[in-house]
């Protein structure tokens, strides 16, 4: 008896299974108004919510995405260049000090200093003495 009408609802059973596994799947992205999260793959980018959905936004140039405090803040090193894996000893600019750099260590960015006197020459990506007052902090 049961068996039979396990069989009769069968569909019906599968169908509000489908339905309650949908509406299940939708109210999980949703957000409350003005809610922020961390991009887990750029820490100067974050994620706001708008209308129910979480849209992306990105920092100022020179801030990162801070958590902790939920806004962006000034860079002093918190976030390195996020353009994923790079070769080793590639060498980019430092954006909030001018006598610093980032050098590629396997496959990480990693921040490094010139020595005292001197700055990175974004044009030879190399430390050079400061004779002209270039990098003055």
């Known amino acids: 008896m049961y068996l ?3 069989k009769k609802y069968q569909n ?3 169908l509000c299974l489908l339905c309650w596994q949908f509406t299940e799947a939708l109210t999980s992205d949703c957000c409350n108004e003005g809610e922020t999260k961390e991009d887990s793959n750029d820490c ?3 994620f706001v919510c708008c209308n ?3 849209v992306s936004k990105t920092c100022e140039s020179g801030n990162y995405w801070n958590s902790n405090s939920g806004s962006c803040a000034p860079n002093n090193g918190q976030c390195c260049p996020s353009t994923g894996t790079c070769i080793d000893n590639e060498l980019e600019v430092d954006p909030q000090n001018c006598a610093a750099y980032y050098q590629c260590v396997k496959g990480q960015f990693v921040s490094q200093k010139c020595a ?7 044009i030879i990506k190399a430390c050079v003495i400061d004779t002209e007052c ?4």
Request: aromatic residues 18%.
């Open 116 to 122: 005292s006197g001197s700055y990175f020459d974004t």
């Open 4 to 6: 039979s009408l396990l």
């Open 12 to 14: 019906v059973l599968l």
């Open 52 to 54: 129910g959905a979480f």
């Open 134 to 137: 270039i990098c003055t902090s």
């Open 44 to 46: 100067t980018s974050y």
